[in-house]
């Protein structure tokens, strides 16, 4: 993965379902439980390259697709050590809401790249299934000896 970026419950949270709970406070009216969830991962932009994007191909502002979802969540995937970061860090900050360090997946901040295993960290996609959810992940993402459209259920 090329630098993906993001963060977990409270980060992933933040992308869809914290956002999507404090609207459901602010909202009086009951509203129903959310049979699904679908998280759409704008990798590695804001909201000025968003508007970059959408001026270069429509000629004005908040015209691409994602501009018009109803929630929008920014979040910073910088490493428990360094502002730049790498997809495997990047990812682990959006599967598991913990920062760690580069070239590392899903393992806590003591973790180094080759030398030093950190904890297990959990994924929101083990969160889910362990409260007896389905769960997957689709990439645009090539993969060696993989499609272009890579699917892991």
Known sequence: ???NRLGFWLALALACGAVCMLHAQV???PQP???NVVLFIADGIGVTGLNAASIYG???PQALFVQSMP???LVDTSTAGAWVSDGAAAMSAVATGAKTQLGVVSQSAEAVKGKIDGKPL???LEHAEER???SGVVSNEAAAGVSDAVVAW
């Open 58 to 60: 429509y000629a004005r």
């Open 132 to 134: 007896g959810l389905a």
């Open 33 to 35: 439980a959310a049979t």
């Open 27 to 29: 909202v009086s009216a």
């Open 1 to 3: 993965m090329k630098g």
């Open 122 to 124: 959990k994924t929101v």
């Open 71 to 73: 929630y929008l969540a």
